[in-house]
């Protein structure tokens, strides 16, 4: 499956962010939406009826109403001329009430899907004048029939047409025309939805009460109905019709819409989209499918809770007669589909005998789906053949129709939907033009994607305000999908399949402290996939209630395995100097950015301990994809690891009185930190921004946290090493359940940047991170180290890169250190080995690779103790034959050893002094 990455607005999403004090991951997906301002914003999460499009804005409605007008004072007779589905008879009810709400009782006429197909025909027109009608509207349909226009004209019957479909070239000979695709920047409104903007300005000129503060708000109900039927993209004026039509027809008076809701088995409470499609929808539209629509329009329409509860349960059998008969067709026609796609065909025809035309357009639409190809399936009888076809988006059906006029007795439709007929003889020769256009369209057009998710997110941002933020965001629809998000690098702990035969995936994944379940139905686990993999996750966040027990739930649509995440281009510099401002008061990690980025070329990197290296060198690999210019050379390694590392281009980063034979570190072009004694007037300096007598002591975590947190701080929160912090991370996440935290165990740039883009939101107020890995990228206003440093270097290297230098505190709980006797422990560690060895007549494999057993390792070899074998992600030891003691001090790397462990003797007296 083809995966996109998702946009990534970062100025533009997080400003909105701010403003509305929502997550980065709800402005991204407002501006995937075209909303881009907190204003549009506000008028997206909350309905206001005054954002409702002024009904004269359409093209010929005024000209409509105002015919309409004079034939309700003049008391002429009307017909309604409706359509059979759901957008046709929500249309239908529409006009209709609202002409009785004015005192006409007007005729109405419903075309028969079976012998008249789609649109206005003379055959209604025929009844209209049969019944001494003067005047016949169009609802959802007609904007093609110039034929009948002219045929009304003759016959002195005026016409008005209301319709929503894509014009022709020329428009109907009508007392007005009235369509929103007549003019530019109009939203695509469904049938009903024209319908209710006429019915509007009809309640205002004749000063019918507002519903709801809704002109014509009696018919919002019927509106949100076909609007979700019709599938009109839910956006702008859509949105705001279906978000104000479903709390009416969660507190519908209408009987009818009341018993269908019962016999589908829809909850008590207001509905969603979703559930309107689903439940109403096909009840709606199957006896017009099948038969005579006029059962559904009465079921709108009626006022008798009787009568509705027998109509329900007629539809109800449809329905269910319609799933049936669509089964068989189905299965048919995707067995005509499978042999044309072995043929070469790009786009499928297909017709046969037999077929009820009224399933056909949801066959199309299931094999559009499967087959990722427009389809168009013909119902034949005699002569002639009705059709219905669905697209893939950049393959507009209605211009493929038109290109293929010649061919067709009539079509209609949208980009993505269309009806045709077609007389028989003429299917072949239609069914080779379909497909060599589709062939031309689908090389110009790159089809989409198979999983396009809209926003990344970090696991810590998984919570029930995020939930309920993207639930704000429904009505969800075609042009408003529920939003697809990624996390990508989680760790897959465990996988299962569940449910009948094993059709559903369950996993438990991890990431940044946590660890999540996630379903994904109808979905296997992909065979180079298992336990302990890195995965990509594309999932929909949803609310799980189990048993009574409401959780947040990982909604599967799509996994596979990691990859290589592109990075950002403006990640790798912002993240270190976006925020930085220049001068002496600058951290240490952005005086070591700004230093290497100049055109001055670096030579190395001096600090006075070897814990600076990995903080330095760490610290610059998550900010930068490769940073192969700098070489961590590190008194743990030995020799063959020390003529690995020299052998290779770029500035080293070592430490004193550890650094390799023949770089001098005097040399100008090394940086130095002011902490190598003895060093300091060699080199550029690494000056420090913070002091002894600014940092603070602390005897207790939790209530520090809690005064820091609520004075409204971010707060960076540091544990020695990744066990540590993973344990913290836990029992903070019990300790402060209303506080948002993330554990600091980011794979990559991307995480980096969004944890750093959702601190600035303000929705990240504690990471815990591990000291080894300096979260350089955290905006943080107090940094925390919840032990005692063994340095002042440990303390500059952890503080990340923003304008003013964070508050430093420093946690205290134990009595004072005595340094280790370090001889000591270097004399039984030797011991271990000669007794592991037999005393050198076997190897003696080391498989944890421990940082301080390679650097006592190190001291051996480079005694001549011991050599050392690498063999993959193990050591073999050899114990060398020695004629005489060794003298410690004769190794750099036990120097180093005593310099650190004085160091962090002296240091911690220094500030336990502060207490």
């Known amino acids: ?13 997080l400003a909105l962010a701010r403003e509305l004090h929502i997550s980065p991951v709800t402005a991204q997906i407002l501006i995937n939406r075209g909303i881009t301002t907190a204003a549009a914003a506000r008028a997206f999460f909350q309905p206001d009826p005054a954002n409702l499009m002024p009904p004269e ?147 205002t000129h004749f000063g019918l009460a507002p519903q709801g503060g809704v002109a014509a708000g009696w018919a919002l109900d019927l509106v949100a109905l076909a609007t979700i039927a019709d599938a009109v993209p839910l956006l702008g004026e859509n949105r705001l019709l279906v978000q104000l039509g479903l709390k009416a027809l969660s507190g519908s008076m209408r009987p009818g819409l009341k018993a269908l809701a019962e016999v589908a088995g829809l909850p008590a409470r207001e509905w969603t989209a979703r559930e309107v499609a689903f439940g109403l929808v096909p009840r709606l539209n199957a006896c017009g499918r099948l038969g005579s629509a006029m059962p559904a329009l009465e079921i709108l329409l009626t006022s008798s809770p009787q009568r509705a509860l027998e109509l329900a349960r007629r539809l109800q059998e449809e329905n269910q007669a ?152 429904a009505p969800f629809g075609e042009g408003n999908p529920p939003p697809l998000l990624l996390y990508s690098n989680a760790r897959l702990k465990a996988a299962r399949q569940v449910g009948s035969n094993g059709a559903h995936l369950k996993l438990t994944v991890a990431g940044e402290g946590r660890q999540l379940e996630a379903i994904g139905f109808n979905l296997q686990l992909p065979p180079e996939l298992s336990p302990g993999d890195l995965v990509d996750l594309a999932f929909y966040l949803e609310r799980d209630n189990y048993k009574g027990k409401e959780e947040l739930q990982l909604s599967l649509a799509a996994l596979r395995p990691s990859g290589r995440v592109p990075v950002l281009p403006t990640i790798n510099k912002e993240l270190v100097a976006a925020t930085g401002t220049a001068g002496a008061s600058s951290t240490w990690c952005r005086q070591l950015q700004r230093a290497l980025s100049n055109n001055r070329p670096v030579a190395g990197l001096l600090f006075a301990t070897s ?113 540590q912090m993973l344990q913290l991370g836990a029992r903070l996440q019990q300790e402060l359940p209303g506080v948002r935290l993330a554990v600091d165990t980011f794979l990559d740039a991307r995480h980096l940047w969004l944890a750093r883009e959702v601190a600035l939101s303000g929705r990240l107020p504690l990471l815990v991170a591990n000291r080894e890995m300096p979260a350089w990228f955290y905006p943080a206003d107090a940094v925390i180290f919840n032990y005692p440093p063994g340095s002042q270097e440990e303390i500059e290297l952890a503080l990340p890169a923003d304008e003013q230098v964070p508050e430093v505190y420093i946690n205290l709980r134990e009595g004072d250190r005595q340094p280790e006797n370090l001889r000591r422990e270097l004399v039984v560690f030797y011991r271990q080995l000669q007794k592991g060895t037999n005393n050198g007549s076997r190897l003696y494999i080391i498989n944890n690779k421990g940082y301080h057993q390679r650097w006592y390792l190190a001291i051996f070899e480079e005694l001549g103790l011991i050599r050392v074998e690498s063999r993959g992600r193990e050591l073999a030891i050899h114990l060398q034959e020695v004629a005489a003691r060794s003298n410690l001090m004769a190794s750099r790397r036990y120097r180093q050893l005593l310099a650190e462990t004085e160091m962090a003797r002296q240091f911690y007296r220094q500030i336990a002094g502060r207490r």
């Open 322 to 473: 319609r799933r049936h008969l669509e089964e068989s067709i189905a299965a048919e026609a995707e067995a005509m589909a499978v042999t044309a796609l072995a043929a070469g065909a790009k786009g499928l025809v297909l017709a046969a005998e037999g077929w009820h035309p009224g399933v056909t357009g949801i066959i199309a639409a299931r094999l559009v789906e499967k087959y990722n190809c427009p389809v168009v399936l013909i119902a034949v009888g005699g002569d002639r053949g009705r059709g219905s076809g669905r697209s893939l988006p950049g393959i507009n059906l209605h211009e493929i129709f038109a290109r293929c006029r010649s061919y067709l007795l009539s079509f209609g439709g949208h980009a993505r939907a269309g009806g045709l007929e077609i007389a028989a003889k003429e299917i072949p020769a239609f069914q080779a033009a379909f497909n060599e256009i589709v062939k031309s369209l689908m090389a110009e057009v790159q089809p989409p994607p198979e999983v396009a998710p809209e926003a990344e997110v970090l696991f810590s941002q998984l919570d029930w305000d995020l939930l309920a933020e993207l639930e704000g965001l």
């Open 57 to 203: 804005k359409i093209p010929g409605l005024p000209a409509a109403r105002e015919r309409l007008v004079r034939a309700i004072v003049n008391r002429e007779k009307i017909m309604v001329h409706g359509d059979y589905d759901v957008d046709g008879l929500a249309a239908t009810a529409i006009m209709l009430e609202t002409l009785a709400r004015l005192g006409v009782e007007a005729e109405v006429y419903l075309p028969d899907r079976l012998t008249e197909g789609y649109g206005l025909k003379k055959k209604g027109l025929i009844k209209a004048l049969e019944l001494n009608c003067q005047l016949v509207i169009t609802v959802d349909c007609g904007i093609t029939s110039l034929e009948e226009a002219i045929f009304a004209r003759e016959q002195g019957l005026d016409l008005i047409i209301t319709d929503h479909h894509r014009p022709g070239t020329s428009l109907p000979q009508a007392s007005a025309v009235v369509n929103p695709l007549l003019a530019p920047g109009l939203p695509p409104l469904c049938g009903a939805g024209v319908a209710f903007k006429l019915a509007q300005s009809l309640a």
């Open 611 to 723: 814990l600076a290296i990995r903080q330095c060198y760490y610290g610059f690999k998550r900010c930068f994809k490769n940073p192969v210019f700098l070489r961590p050379l590190g008194p743990w390694l030995g020799q063959a690891g020390l003529n690995r590392i020299l052998s290779r281009e770029g500035a080293i980063i070592t430490c004193h009185p550890f650094w390799p034979a023949g770089v001098g570190a005097g040399e100008a072009s090394f940086l130095v930190s002011t902490m190598v004694t003895g060093e300091q007037a060699a080199g550029y300096l690494l000056r420090p921004t913070s002091s002894p007598a600014t940092w603070q002591v602390f005897p207790e975590l939790l209530p520090l946290l809690t005064e820091l947190l609520a004075r409204g701080q971010n707060v960076l929160l540091y544990e020695k090493d990744a066990a």
């Open 1 to 13: 499956m083809r995966w996109a990455m998702p946009p990534v607005n970062l100025p533009e999403r």
